[in-house]
């Protein structure tokens, strides 16, 4: 168990103000046991992450994964921690093979988990409650992606379900509207 933990709290639980040189990260860690969980956001460069990682003794290794405009990044932190301070070194890379490192410090500054508020993206956010979406190279139906939706915008995505009417019916299935009846229908020869 973590050295200055309580028995009411772990030594990691709280919310977290993460220097990496110039830039300032938040972090809320959640601490079960020796395995780190939460959650990182920087209002300076507008991205909300997860956080992983684990901690023995005083010692920690956590990484921060978010999205960016240009793919992917990673921030991995390996140090120690004492007395609500975190120090040590930090790795951050990206999907398009930026990457740098340098050292890290962090301090508690408050223990309630609940106080965390995650920074607002500046990435367009993706709607659940919107049928499921495709691209699509191919608009065999004539009508551009922006009619196919109704926004009037341009968009490279298709919603599918203007699309069902290109599917062949499944094999067994009859499609609406087709008379298999006996007149004027092709019987079995046999």
Known sequence: MAQNATADQPA??????LSLGQNAVTMVLHQFEGQIFGSASSSEESWN???MGSADNSSLELTITFLRENGLSEIRLIGSFANEEMRGTFYRSDSIGNAENGE???ILINPDTSAYTPVKEALP???TSQPALTTTSDNTSGTSPSETQ???????YTDVHSLAHLVPPAAGVIPPGINMGGAGGMGMMG
């Open 104 to 106: 890290f410090e962090a």
């Open 49 to 51: 992450g997860v956080v």
């Open 125 to 127: 956010e993706i709607s």
């Open 150 to 156: 109704g926004t009037g915008a341009q968009s490279r």
């Open 12 to 17: 990691l639980e709280g919310i977290w103000r």
